[in-house]
């Protein structure tokens, strides 16, 4: 039975978290946009911070919204599962609900309560909007589980690869912030005869090696080899609407066969894209950003790692084998393979920094291809979940 007024309430709520969510993102990439480094109380930022202005009051509501658009998604997840009595898992839809519901507190928690990566919190929502624009795609009316997922390793299982899954949501938002923050300061550091970028040891150059009109005491506002504003500057401001919009666009023509959607979607990269370019001032530096992202993934691993167990065991109860190279159980051990390489390259010294972070970020696609391409696609034992 399906209790219909709860169901459609859950409905309801969703649309509401999913507005708000936008207008809290907003207002974090307004905050972002007006207020200046040296007054944006960004850890990381070599400024002190400034109370007050209109940037970060913004912030604070934005702060705010979040909060509010968290409570209502919970409320949401929580109506969906008593209007069927189970665990709001059972479908593509609920699952996207829930991955950004526990990646949006973990941004909230982690990144900027624990953290103070204030400015970052702007790309969890985003990330986090975008998985809950998926699920709006892949809508279905709420209902009873079918026989072969009534288990409670449905609650174990898929719950621990969900939460998982929202943790590296969280680290693939930071691992490319971590990329443009790197490349942003390698080639500051280049015009300034700087010996790296903030990941590793990096150096000023001495007197007799200093460019004409050097200055290591640049102001934040500044454009000198050091400042900010300087890292912006030295990336170009084309490439990061365009290449997220092919790439988020084409993956979404692929999976949904939407030219709509893939435009909309491509649409909504590219000005994330723009976002990111404009914000390399304000952001962390890029070995902050590092340490934070492999933080994160290696929080998440464990919990990946206890989900795939599990899921293994299921299987021996439901099919009578633990492991069968089923195409959903070959990508997550696939994506397990990469996200191990990644934390063994993290402990690699000539794999830390970028190269350990372009491995992650091959895990994160391979997680959304197992997530999406193999659910959609693909048939095999695990498709009976249905979209």
């Given at each position: 039975m399906v209790n219909t007024t709860l169901a459609e309430t859950s409905t309801t709520l969703f649309h509401i978290a999913f507005l708000t969510y936008i207008a809290a993102m907003v207002a974090y990439f307004f905050r972002m946009a007006f207020t200046s480094p040296a007054r944006s109380g960004i850890a990381g930022t070599d400024g002190d911070a400034a109370p007050g202005g209109l940037g970060i009051r913004v912030g604070q509501l934005g702060t705010t919204l979040a909060v509010v658009g968290l409570a209502v998604h919970a409320a949401s997840v929580v109506t969906r599962g008593l209007s069927v009595m189970r665990i709001p898992l059972a479908n593509m839809y609920e699952y996207s609900s829930l991955m950004a519901l526990v990646a949006i507190a973990v941004g909230l928690l982690v990144v900027q309560r624990r953290m103070g990566y204030g400015h970052v919190m702007g790309f969890v929502l985003a990330a986090g909007v975008l998985m809950m624009a998926s699920g709006l795609l892949l809508f279905v009316e709420a209902s009873p589980v079918m026989p072969a997922l009534q288990s409670y390793w449905l609650k174990i299982h898929v719950s621990s690869m969900m939460s998982s899954a929202s943790v590296?949501?969280?680290?693939?938002?930071?691992?490319?912030?971590?990329?443009?923050k790197d490349t942003a300061e390698r080639?500051?550091?280049?015009?300034g005869r700087v010996g790296a970028s903030s990941v590793g040891a990096a150096r000023v150059a001495p007197p007799e090696d200093r460019p004409p009109g050097y200055r290591a005491d640049a102001g934040l506002e500044g454009r000198g080899p050091l400042?900010?504003?300087?890292?912006?500057?030295?990336?170009?401001p084309v490439l990061f609407p365009v290449v997220p919009f092919l790439v988020v666009g084409v993956f979404t023509l692929v999976v949904w066969r939407a030219p709509a959607a893939a435009l909309i979607a491509g649409s909504i990269a590219a000005l994330l894209?723009?976002?990111?370019?404009?914000?390399?001032?304000?952001?962390?530096?890029?070995?902050?950003?590092?340490?934070?992202?492999?933080?994160?993934?290696?929080?998440?691993?464990p919990i990946f790692t206890f989900g795939v167990i599990a899921?293994?065991?299921?299987?021996?109860?439901?099919?009578?084998?633990?492991?069968?190279?089923?195409?959903?159980?070959?990508?997550?051990?696939?994506t397990w393979t990469l996200y191990a390489a990644y934390l063994h390259a993290r402990s690699t010294a000539g794999w830390r920094g970028r190269r350990a972070a372009w491995v992650a970020m091959a895990a994160f696609v391979a997680l959304m291809v197992t997530y999406y391409a193999v659910n959609l696609w693909v048939v095999g034992l695990h498709s009976y979940a249905g979209v």
């Open positions: 590296f949501i969280v680290a693939f938002a930071v691992t490319a912030l971590y990329l443009v080639r500051v550091a280049g015009q400042a900010p504003l300087a890292q912006r500057d030295a990336l170009s894209g723009t976002a990111a370019w404009y914000a390399v001032p304000s952001l962390p530096a890029a070995a902050k950003l590092d340490t934070l992202a492999y933080r994160i993934i290696a929080f998440g691993f899921g293994a065991i299921w299987a021996e109860e439901a099919w009578g084998r633990y492991w069968g190279w089923d195409p959903k159980e070959t990508g997550s051990f696939f």
